[in-house]
């Protein structure tokens, strides 16, 4: 077998290990369960090996949709005792335990994706016939219970909601969250070298935060007025966005939800102003923003430069952003480090503080293209393809030496390498 079709081989058996009864673990121990954008990724990779699995993966985990239409990060299936919270920490007493937050909203984009490479026509039909009342209340949910004052730009409350837990973008904001005082007893380190994890000080805010929701009986108006963490977060907002452009497009294609379209447009309209607020001619970047203390964070993160992916950047503001773009590509060995390495808190090692994550890459890459950058993108797809065939199927990977890092045999690294350049 040539290299590439043993990579092939290998990345369709690490979905097939890691799937459980019809959803797939990111990876085993570390993270036993479902999580929300991990799942519309590996859908991705699965379309590949099995298409009727790949759209089970998204029935799993719209089994966790809340009656409010949040589809929420984690989707706690069956009890496993490997991980920290699990959800009698929590607290949420749905039929489905889950968790109490959302992550990025890449699931409609996935979808629509996975329509249009289906080669299994009715198949996809049907499906998406199901799903779209779905797809659709989760998106309304994110403007409506995230952006009650309209302002276009949707609010995020817990770094993990991000799904970039401890990017140095939220760290002025988590530090103004108290500390829980109390003791426990974290998990991911009996997996994974601290040096790759998030501090205790972070963790102990986490926690406040889960508690904090479960306090406030999960009522979106107390913890909209009283949340201690309140963030607008370019990587959600961008990648919902997009993935809205993507709903109104499936809503079209089938002729129907007319009166939801319309709202749509309006939200989008509302963001492509919003957005402006967020860019600072300083930084010539777009930056995300404390809602509370109403300042920018100066931190340069993938989330930042993710407007692009979205298409929210004006050709004046791409203009600014070019540039820092590609210093970014070539700042550190590999791209695209998680914090950009001139900013003081870039780490290449430590998780979302400066390692290369390459479902990242790949919707930096997809909006790099969508603004003619076809140099840029090459320079990502060929970084993420090296990284890979170099070091394995990790979490994610050192940007200066490109050493694989956090958990191996990993779900959506599989599932990107296959859906993107295998
Ligand atoms: C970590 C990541 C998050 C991901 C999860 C499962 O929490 O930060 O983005 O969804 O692991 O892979």
Same mark, same amino acid.
């Given at each position: 077998?040539?290299?590439?079709?043993?990579?092939?081989?290998?990345?369709?058996?690490?979905?097939?290990? *890691?799937?459980?009864?019809?959803?797939?673990?990111?990876?085993?121990?570390?993270?036993?369960?479902?999580?929300?954008?991990?799942?519309?990724?590996?859908?991705? %990779?699965?379309?590949?090996?099995?298409?009727?699995?790949?759209?089970?993966?998204?029935?799993?985990?719209?089994?966790? #949709?809340?009656?409010?239409?949040?589809?929420?990060?984690?989707?706690?299936?069956?009890?496993?005792?490997?991980?920290?919270?699990?959800?009698?920490? =929590?607290?949420?007493?749905?039929?489905?335990?889950?968790?109490?937050?959302?992550?990025?909203?890449?699931?409609?984009?996935?979808?629509?994706?996975?329509?249009?490479?289906?080669?299994?026509?009715?198949?996809?039909?049907?499906?998406?016939?199901?799903?779209?009342?779905?797809?659709?209340?989760?998106?309304?949910?994110?403007? *409506?219970? @995230?952006?009650?004052?309209?302002? %276009?730009?949707?609010?995020?409350?817990?770094?993990?909601?991000?799904?970039?837990?401890?990017?140095?973008?939220?760290?002025?904001?988590?530090?103004?969250?108290?500390?829980?005082?109390?003791?426990?007893?974290?998990?991911?380190?009996?997996?994974?070298?601290?040096?790759? @994890?998030?501090? !205790?000080? #972070?963790?102990?805010?986490?926690?406040?935060?889960?508690?904090?929701?479960?306090?406030?009986?999960?009522?979106?108006?107390?913890?909209?007025?009283?949340?201690?963490?309140?963030?607008?977060?370019?990587?959600?907002?961008?990648?919902?966005?997009?993935?809205?452009?993507?709903?109104?497009?499936?809503?079209?294609?089938?002729?129907?939800?007319?009166?939801?379209?319309?709202?749509?447009?309006?939200?989008? !309209?509302?963001?492509?102003?919003?957005?402006?607020?967020?860019?600072?001619?300083?930084?010539?970047?777009?930056?995300?923003?404390?809602?509370?203390? #109403?300042?920018?964070?100066?931190?340069?993160?993938? %989330?930042?430069?993710?407007?692009?992916?979205?298409?929210?950047?004006?050709?004046?503001?791409?203009?600014?952003?070019?540039?820092?773009?590609?210093? =970014?590509?070539?700042?550190?060995?590999?791209?695209?480090?998680?914090?950009? !390495?001139?900013?003081?808190?870039?780490?290449?090692? @430590?998780?979302?503080?400066?390692?290369?994550?390459?479902?990242?890459?790949?919707?930096?890459?997809?909006?790099?293209?969508?603004?003619?950058?076809?140099?840029?993108?090459?320079?990502?797809?060929?970084?993420?393809?090296?990284?890979?065939?170099?070091?394995?199927?990790?979490?994610?990977?050192?940007?200066?030496? %490109?050493?694989?890092?956090?958990?191996?045999?990993?779900?959506?690294?599989?599932?990107? !390498?296959?859906?993107?350049?295998?």
């Amino acid at each position: 077998m040539t290299d590439k079709k043993v990579l092939i081989e290998q990345a369709k058996n690490i979905l097939k290990r *890691n799937d459980v009864d019809g959803y797939t673990v990111p990876t085993h121990d570390l993270y036993p369960f479902q999580w929300n954008w991990d799942a519309a990724i590996t859908a991705l %990779g699965w379309m590949k090996v099995d298409e009727s699995r790949a759209w089970l993966e998204i029935e799993m985990l719209l089994k966790g #949709q809340w009656e409010n239409g949040m589809v929420p990060h984690i989707i706690f299936h069956k009890p496993v005792d490997t991980y920290f919270p699990g959800p009698d920490v =929590w607290g949420v007493k749905n039929d489905i335990p889950t968790t109490a937050i959302s992550q990025p909203p890449v699931l409609v984009s996935v979808v629509k994706m996975m329509s249009e490479q289906a080669t299994d026509k009715g198949l996809a039909e049907s499906k998406l016939a199901e799903m779209l009342p779905k797809l659709i209340a989760y998106h309304q949910w994110w403007y *409506n219970d @995230r952006d009650p004052e309209n302002t %276009g730009l949707v609010v995020s409350y817990h770094p993990w909601e991000s799904g970039m837990d401890n990017s140095p973008a939220w760290d002025e904001s988590l530090a103004a969250v108290p500390p829980v005082n109390y003791t426990y007893k974290r998990k991911d380190l009996d997996h994974v070298d601290s040096d790759e @994890r998030p501090h !205790a000080e #972070q963790y102990d805010r986490y926690l406040y935060l889960v508690d904090f929701f479960k306090n406030s009986n999960f009522d979106s108006e107390v913890i909209y007025k009283n949340c201690p963490y309140k963030v607008y977060d370019l990587g959600i907002i961008s990648i919902l966005h997009k993935a809205t452009k993507d709903l109104i497009y499936l809503c079209k294609q089938s002729n129907t939800n007319e009166q939801e379209v319309t709202w749509f447009n309006e939200q989008l !309209a509302l963001t492509e102003k919003g957005i402006n607020t967020l860019w600072s001619n300083e930084h010539n970047s777009f930056l995300n923003k404390d809602v509370i203390t #109403q300042k920018l964070s100066p931190v340069l993160t993938t %989330g930042t430069m993710l407007v692009i992916y979205a298409e929210l950047a004006s050709a004046e503001q791409m203009n600014a952003l070019k540039p820092l773009l590609n210093e =970014w590509l070539n700042e550190t060995k590999y791209c695209m480090s998680s914090t950009y !390495a001139k900013c003081e808190a870039f780490e290449p090692q @430590r998780y979302w503080r400066g390692p290369v994550w390459l479902h990242i890459n790949w919707m930096i890459a997809l909006g790099a293209d969508s603004y003619g950058l076809s140099e840029e993108s090459a320079k990502l797809k060929s970084d993420s393809e090296e990284l890979l065939t170099k070091f394995g199927y990790f979490e994610y990977f050192n940007s200066e030496t %490109g050493v694989g890092c956090g958990g191996d045999d990993f779900s959506w690294t599989a599932a990107i !390498a296959l859906h993107w350049f295998l």
